[in-house]
């Protein structure tokens, strides 16, 4: 098995893009990843992607791609996992290259979620759920995520507000990210003043969904030029777990099972512990989701994780560090964009590139998408290559 | 239209119709004729009660297309008597506060529209407050 390494990586900014088209967005994303990673030419390129069929009417992304971003005629396929896309297009790249098969691959996230209007944009994520028993009733992401919300208060006898870390956190983390949506911190009183949306969940629980593209560069470090002008990223571990589709076909809704096991076996394939880790970019699709991948993870027992962001242990300077660079709550959510938004973030932590968000020291990282509430689960361990 | 998965689904719409497996006496709903919990084929048809208590809720204001007319409703999670929890909106409610462990029971409503007046109307299972005692 060969090692890998990324090379290159690039991100968009994140936002409303009403001038830039899906092929437009992906474009800058792939160039300017080439760039970063000294004019390699991918073999491959896998597509991150969930709402292009629906929002902007175009399927096969991978001809598409490929051919208006000077990649012409090379391999190109969609990977799709709901919110989990950009961590499985990366863990195809990941397969591809340490198979020895492929010598460099791209991973590109590209998303563009406001060609519709935000309630026919809402019904095409709806049918990352159960279409048959969850979307037809009624239900979206966010009920599912509030429904989360609304057991966990009960179960654990705590407030909403002490949810108000997570949020606080990526939009502190968010001002010093050139590429997020809201550069902007909130303080605590405007969290529990906002408007309740989706009881018991307000405005601030759930990221803003937006468009946006990033890449990676994976290949061997054998193949990196030598004047790339960047450190390199090693990736250790990968690990895919699926779970039940549906939220109702589950034993136990607030385990987030699939996460578990996904950090476990990523961990053990790259030698680590979870706790080894200088920063863990999870999943904030909503501030729950955020809390239970901690939970989940084992950096707290059910129904706890929510002190972590009241100690402050989830900030930068804090003992497991997470949305460093704003998340997708602050960030922004480009759907199956997030992934590789995420892999980049944390590359560029390791490449002590992180700027005014910089961990001092950071070696290793840990990178978790969920697909819906973690009904699919991608984990990646990255580490420094000294 | 979707006219076929409609019809397809409406034993389960209307009445609540899963499965339960020879092997393990599991009570699936869903059906998906593999037990989840043994693993083997389960494909004996099983009517449930339909009773249950609300595992979780939430209400919500901005509804995805199709379901503008229902805004505001209530979905939640319903604990059936039988074991499975099933996704399903809370109706009745005539402003009755929603809580956890709260006893509803399953009635036909109409579920969304479909493409407005040329289209099909879609009815299934909600779930309402339990208005008697124990039957």
Not at chain 1, 302 to 330: D, Y
Not at chain 2, 37 to 54: D, I, L, P, Y
Not at chain 2, 66 to 86: I, M
Request: proline content about 5%; glycine content about 10%; aromatic content about 8%.
């Amino acid at each position: 098995m060969s090692d890998v390494v990324i090379a290159g990586v690039s991100q968009t900014p994140v936002g409303e893009h009403w001038d830039w088209s899906l092929r437009n967005l992906a474009a800058q994303a792939v160039q300017a990843g080439r760039r970063d990673a000294g004019g390699l030419m991918p073999q491959v390129v896998y597509i991150a992607n969930v709402l292009a069929s629906t929002v902007s009417h175009q399927a096969n992304l991978g001809s598409l791609v490929a051919s208006n971003a000077g990649l012409a005629g090379v391999e190109g396929v969609t990977v799709e996992a709901a919110g989990a896309s950009g961590g499985a297009a990366a863990r195809m790249a990941f397969l591809a290259v340490s198979s020895g098969i492929v010598d460099v691959a791209m991973v590109l996230g590209v998303e563009k979620f406001t060609d519709q209007a935000y309630a026919e944009a809402e019904t095409a994520l709806a049918q990352t759920m159960d279409a048959d028993y969850e979307s037809m009733q009624g239900a979206t992401p966010t009920s599912q995520a509030a429904l989360l919300m609304q057991r966990y208060l009960h179960d654990y006898n705590v407030q909403h507000d002490c949810f108000a870390g997570f949020p606080l956190n990526a939009h502190a983390n968010a001002a010093h990210n050139p590429n997020a949506f809201f550069r902007k911190p909130i303080s605590r009183q405007v969290y529990e003043q906002a408007e309740t949306v989706n009881e018991p969940f307000n405005i601030f629980d759930a990221a803003p969904y937006a468009d946006g593209a990033a890449a990676l560069i994976l290949t061997r470090s054998d193949i990196v030029p030598k004047d790339v002008g960047h450190g390199l990223v090693r990736i250790t571990g990968s690990s895919i777990v699926t779970d039940t589709l549906a939220l109702h076909d589950r034993t136990d809704p607030l385990a987030f099972q699939a996460a578990g096991f996904s950090i476990e076996r990523a961990c053990s394939q790259a030698g680590i512990l979870p706790q080894d880790a200088d920063l863990f970019e999870l999943d904030d699709a909503f501030s729950i989701y955020a809390a239970l991948s901690l939970e989940a993870a084992g950096f707290a027992r059910g129904g706890e994780a929510w002190r972590l962001a009241e100690q402050g242990q989830i900030a930068l300077g804090g003992s497991v560090p997470i949305s460093t660079m704003g998340g997708s709550k602050g960030r922004g959510n480009p759907v199956g964009a997030t992934g590789v938004y995420q892999l980049v973030e944390a590359a560029l932590q390791l490449r002590g590139e992180a700027g005014k968000n910089q961990i001092p020291g950071a070696r290793r990282a840990l990178v978790q998408s969920l697909g819906g509430p973690a009904s699919t689960a991608v984990t990646h361990v990255l580490e420094k290559l000294i | 239209m979707e006219v076929p998965r409609h019809w397809r689904l409406r034993q389960q719409r209307y009445a609540l119709v899963g499965e339960v497996c020879p092997h393990c006496d599991a009570k699936l709903f869903p059906p998906r004729d593999v037990c989840p919990h043994c693993g083997q084929e389960a494909r004996t048809r099983f009517t449930f009660s339909g009773r249950g208590e609300v595992y979780s809720y939430t209400h919500m204001s901005d509804a995805p297309a199709g379901f503008e007319q229902n805004a505001p409703y209530t979905v939640a999670l319903v604990k059936l008597e039988e074991g499975p929890l099933v996704t399903a909106q809370l109706t009745d409610l005539d402003g009755k506060p929603v809580e956890i462990g709260m006893p509803v029971e399953m009635v036909t409503r109409r579920i969304r529209s479909d493409d407005g007046e040329k289209g099909i109307l879609v009815y299934g299972y909600k779930f309402r407050p339990v208005l008697a005692g124990p039957r």
